[in-house]
C-alpha cells in the first residue's frame, strides 16, 4: 500500500479504497528535493504542502542577526509548509530545506479543497491533523518558556527519539533554543 494512503487511512474512520486512492493521488506532484535545496524560501509564498516519503527537512528563519532558529522538523509521513502563507496567500518568513534527499508528494490548497469535497475520508483526516498539530504546538511552547535545557531535551527526546538519529546536533540545539554546548552538556547528563 501506498505511504500516503495507509497514512490517510490510520486517521481516518472512513477508509479510501485502492481504486479511489489513484484518482486521490493523481491530485499530488510527486517531486525530489535534493540535500540543502528549498521546499520554500523566505519571501515566497507557500502554494504547496509536501508529504514526505523519504527524507528529512527543517523549516527555520533567520534573525536580524543572521542567525538560524529552527522551528520545526520534518521525516517521512510527515506535512511539510507554511501554513500561515498557505492559508493567508503572505510571503513566507521560513525557510524549508531539505537536510537529507527527499522525495515529497505535493499538493496545492485548490487541490486540498478538492479532496476535502470529494473525499469524506481526507476531510476527517485533516481535521485530526490540525487538532494533533495544535496540540503539539501548546506543548512545544509550554516546553519553551517553562522547562529548563535538561528538561526540554528530556522531554523533547522521550516524545521524537528517532529525530536524535535523523538530525545533527546543532540543528536539534536550534530547534530547542540552546546551544550546541549546552545540548553537548545535557547529552551527557
Not at 486517521?11 to 540543502?36: M, N, V
Not at 514526505?52 to 522538523?73: F, N, P, S, W
Amino acid at each position: 500500500m501506498h505511504p500516503l494512503h495507509s497514512y490517510i487511512n490510520e486517521y481516518a474512520s472512513t477508509l479510501i479504497s485502492e481504486e479511489d486512492f489513484e484518482f486521490f493521488l493523481s491530485h499530488f506532484i510527486p517531486k525530489r528535493i535534493g540535500k540543502k535545496r528549498y521546499l520554500l524560501e523566505h519571501g515566497e509564498v507557500c502554494k504547496y504542502f509536501a508529504f514526505i516519503l523519504k527524507g528529512t527537512m527543517r523549516k527555520y528563519y533567520i534573525d536580524e542577526k543572521g542567525a538560524e532558529h529552527v522551528v520545526d522538523l520534518y521525516i517521512e509521513n510527515w506535512w511539510a509548509g507554511d501554513r500561515e502563507s498557505f492559508s493567508m496567500f503572505t510571503p513566507t518568513i521560513y525557510n524549508i530545506d531539505a537536510c537529507a534527499d527527499c522525495d515529497v508528494l505535493l499538493v496545492s490548497r485548490e487541490n486540498i479543497l478538492k479532496l476535502c469535497k470529494g473525499f469524506p475520508a481526507f476531510n476527517e483526516f485533516i481535521l485530526k491533523l490540525d487538532e494533533r498539530n495544535h496540540i503539539a504546538t501548546q506543548k512545544r511552547i509550554t516546553s519553551t518558556i517553562s522547562l529548563s535545557a535538561e528538561k526540554r531535551y528530556i522531554d523533547f527526546a522521550t516524545r521524537h527519539p528517532y529525530f536524535l538519529e535523523r538530525f545533527p546536533q546543532h540543528i536539534i540545539a536550534s530547534y530547542l533554543g540552546i546551544t550546541k554546548d549546552t545540548l553537548s552538556r545535557v547529552r551527557k547528563k
